[in-house]
């Protein structure tokens, strides 16, 4: 059972600061029946809601704080093809034709969230164009051959090899080695959709609860979930917590570790400088293990995102935590005022891949997106209101990937994940 918490505001971050459809929902009181429960009201439940309301179900969406409050407000931004595991690695664990799905679930994940932010015209800044970017000599290799892999095997052509020195053209900075623009890849300002979904199916009739935070559930027929103030009894339930799933559903929490990761957006930059270090606007990410990504918001910030922690609290100044690692790639922007800078909590999986599956005939979860969130989370919303209408191919595909519990359970994952994160960290920093 999780303990009373009181109900949180958004975090103080450029996102919150920059919200268009910012907008109070009640808090759930008294019994309420419906055909659906979803508990989160990140990408996944706001995904889901929308999904569900469009097909005419009766959806209720309880969120312990204000939609959006959690990784789904403060991420990156960044939607992109592919999957931590690759093509050849999805294949030796899952066999061609499921590791194809799972490729094209990456594709489709993509084209979705497009497709919601037209449909719904919900106003978040997408903007075209992902970069990876190699921060070795031996990363470049490698990034050359996923590209080749990916026009020969995957027939896909909207990704593009860059030299170092196109790389360095689009970037201003010759601290990489070459890359992989992902041509219709794309970044979006990450709470301003999620509030566009959660604002659009609250428009198709989606009951839509803050403050309404869950403390425990029964399973069966008609599971029944209970917040500080209320009950509802339905007929499909979906997790959609994350990182912040706690102790509230014991058997999903073993399969994801809750990570930290920080953000930073400086001042507005001058019109000559970002022409400089970024002219097409491309959101980045790089390839160490703790990834550093960074973008330009539309009104000209640096957003840099980099660092990780594996406790349960932030560092006391996330400011300068994170802006060692931009002032070492632009070391120009040092001059420039840190306006904002904040955290949030997402959810790993031991492989890296997202834990979508059943618990039982009418319990689902969503989670463990691993730095994918924007585009997977959201597609897991769609998976999981197909398989209430009846269509559970698209689970089913994600249930093939074999996903181990973390070792010692929730109370003794920290201590190895915390060790392993270390050993990698120090990996990054080696120039080989």
């Known amino acids: 059972m999780r303990t009373n918490k009181a109900p949180l505001p958004h975090q103080a971050s450029y996102y919150a600061a920059t919200a268009k459809m910012m907008r109070d929902y009640p808090q759930l009181k008294g019994e309420l029946e419906t055909d659906i429960c979803i508990v989160g009201g990140g990408f996944t439940g706001t995904s889901a809601a929308l999904h569900l309301a469009e097909a005419g179900f009766k959806v209720c969406l309880l969120e312990a704080n204000k939609i959006g409050w959690g990784a789904s407000g403060r991420n990156g931004g960044q939607l992109c093809q592919g999957h931590n595991m690759d093509h050849e690695e999805l294949t030796e664990a899952v066999g061609r034709h499921h590791a194809d799905a799972l490729w094209q679930a990456s594709v489709d994940s993509v084209e979705l969230v497009k497709n919601l932010i037209e449909k719904h015209h919900i106003d978040c800044d997408l903007s075209s164009g992902v970069l990876h970017v190699a921060s070795k000599h031996k990363h470049d290799d490698e990034l050359k051959e996923s590209v080749e892999y990916a026009h020969s095997t995957l027939n896909f052509d909207q990704v593009?090899?860059?030299?170092?020195?196109?790389?360095?053209?689009?970037?201003?900075?010759?601290?990489?080695?070459?890359?992989?623009?992902?041509?219709?890849?794309?970044?979006?300002?990450?709470?301003?959709?999620?509030?566009?979904?959660?604002?659009?199916?609250?428009?198709?009739?989606?009951?839509?609860?803050?403050?309404?935070?869950?403390?425990?559930?029964?399973?069966?027929?008609?599971?029944?979930?209970?917040?500080?103030?209320?009950?509802?009894?339905?007929?499909?339930?979906?997790?959609?917590?994350?990182?912040?799933?706690?102790?509230?559903?014991?058997?999903?929490?073993?399969?994801?570790?809750?990570?930290?990761?920080?953000?930073?957006?400086?001042?507005?930059?001058?019109?000559?400088?970002?022409?400089?270090?970024?002219p097409n606007r491309y959101a980045v990410a790089d390839s160490n293990f703790v990834v550093n990504y960074f973008r330009l918001s539309q009104d000209n910030r640096m957003l840099w995102g980099g660092g990780e922690n594996y406790t349960s609290k932030f560092p006391n100044d996330?400011?300068?935590?994170?802006?060692?690692?931009?002032?070492?790639?632009?070391?120009?922007?040092?001059?420039?005022?840190?306006?904002?800078?904040?955290?949030?909590?997402?959810?790993?999986?031991?492989?890296?891949?997202?834990?979508?599956?059943?618990?039982?005939?009418?319990?689902?979860?969503?989670?463990?997106?691993?730095?994918?969130?924007?585009?997977?989370?959201?597609?897991?919303?769609?998976?999981?209101?197909?398989?209430?209408?009846?269509?559970?191919?698209?689970?089913?595909?994600?249930?093939?990937?074999?996903?181990?519990?973390?070792?010692?359970?929730?109370?003794?994952?920290?201590?190895?994940?915390?060790?392993?994160?270390?050993?990698?960290?120090?990996?990054?920093?080696?120039?080989?």
């Open 160 to 278: 593009d090899y860059l030299t170092p020195q196109q790389v360095s053209e689009a970037l201003g900075t010759e601290h990489f080695f070459g890359g992989e623009l992902y041509k219709t890849g794309a970044h979006i300002h990450p709470l301003n959709f999620a509030l566009g979904m959660a604002n659009a199916a609250h428009k198709l009739g989606a009951e839509i609860y803050e403050s309404a935070r869950v403390i425990d559930y029964t399973e069966g027929q008609s599971p029944r979930v209970r917040t500080e103030n209320g009950t509802v009894t339905c007929k499909y339930l979906l997790f959609a917590c994350n990182g912040y799933l706690g102790k509230l559903n014991t058997k999903a929490a073993r399969k994801i570790m809750p990570i930290n990761n920080f953000i930073i957006a400086t001042e507005p930059l001058p019109r000559s400088l970002t022409e400089s270090i970024n």
């Open 318 to 432: 996330i400011a300068s935590f994170v802006k060692k690692h931009m002032i070492k790639i632009y070391p120009e922007l040092d001059r420039y005022t840190i306006d904002y800078s904040w955290g949030g909590t997402l959810a790993i999986t031991l492989n890296r891949m997202p834990h979508i599956a059943r618990q039982a005939d009418n319990i689902f979860v969503a989670q463990g997106y691993s730095g994918h969130g924007v585009a997977l989370a959201t597609y897991a919303g769609s998976l999981f209101a197909n398989a209430v209408q009846g269509s559970l191919e698209g689970v089913d595909v994600f249930e093939k990937l074999p996903m181990r519990d973390f070792p010692g359970g929730t109370l003794l994952r920290w201590p190895g994940l915390a060790a392993g994160m270390f050993y990698y960290s120090l990996r990054d920093k080696l120039p080989f």
